[in-house]
């Protein structure tokens, strides 16, 4: 753990109940780590080999960004497809996880990618698969970090440390999931979003039975903000959310 990463527990009051048996280690036993290996994944013209748990028991882990989410594939085959919306751009991403989507970011051209996560075991294995997949120079000149970011916490000072006015992009997958922390979330991002009409808080949206496309659009209409939906489905979209002119 860094010198001022705070150990963290995620809140997962609210998740959906999953009955499956466990992986073989005990979920609430938290001096447990989670079992890891490698593998590689294709996304676009672009092969990432990640660190972490090729679990098909996301639910059970201990640190849910210690496994790749849907959310997250999604988000990296539209980054791909749509590079523009990157290229050029300031970057934060929320509950980052694994590091995709950050890592697909700088590979298309966004000029600084900071991926945050709260968890300190996802934050560790993180840094590994961006030292495995970033060029070293790109590391050391900080076009691509990691650092803690706990939702609701130290938003202004995040945002006054890392940028002038704000990041031109906040993007996340899979982190609209759990009622508790719908309303974190959107101060977040909000807060750490430009005041530029373009700038835009991207989420890839899966539902995994606590928070509905519908309750991601009332929180749109709360924050005072404009949405496109970009998939016609309940349960995947890619939301591109805006400040409301
Ligand atoms: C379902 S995982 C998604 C991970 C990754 N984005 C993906 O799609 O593969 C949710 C991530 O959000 C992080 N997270 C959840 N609540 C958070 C909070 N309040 N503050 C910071 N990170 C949080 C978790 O640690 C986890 O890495």
New binding site residues.
């Given amino acids: 753990m860094e010198e001022e990463e705070q150990q963290w527990i995620?809140d997962r009051s609210d998740e959906e109940e999953d009955n499956e048996q466990p992986l073989g280690f005990d979920l609430f036993n938290t001096d447990k780590k989670d079992p890891v290996d490698e593998f590689k994944i294709e996304i676009g013209d672009e092969t990432i080999t990640l660190h972490g748990v090729r679990s098909r028991y996301p639910h059970l882990l201990q640190?849910?960004?210690m496994t790749?989410?849907e959310?997250?594939k999604n988000l990296c085959n539209y980054i791909c497809e749509n590079p523009s919306v990157v290229y050029g751009k300031t970057i934060v991403e929320?509950?980052?996880?694994?590091g995709l989507c950050g890592m697909i970011a700088h590979k298309k051209g966004a000029t600084k990618v900071i991926l945050t996560?709260?968890?300190t075991d996802?934050l560790r294995n993180m840094r590994s698969n961006i030292s495995s997949n970033v060029d070293e120079k790109a590391i050391a000149k900080e076009d691509v970090i990691c650092k803690q970011?706990?939702?609701g916490k130290n938003i202004e000072s995040f945002r006054s440390k890392w940028t002038d006015d704000g990041f031109d992009i906040v993007m996340?997958?899979?982190?609209a999931?759990a009622q508790s922390?719908l309303q974190?979330l959107f101060e977040t991002a909000t807060g750490l979003l430009s005041n530029a009409s373009t700038a835009c808080f991207i989420l890839s949206f899966c539902f995994r039975g606590g928070v509905s496309v519908g309750d991601i659009e009332e929180a749109c209409q709360k924050f005072n903000l404009d949405f496109e939906k970009i998939g016609e489905g309940e349960k995947e979209a890619i939301y591109l959310i805006r400040r409301r002119l």
């Fill in positions: 995620e640190s849910t960004g790749l989410w959310g997250s929320l509950g980052a996880g694994m996560d709260g968890d996802t970011l706990l939702w996340g997958g899979d982190i999931y922390s974190i």
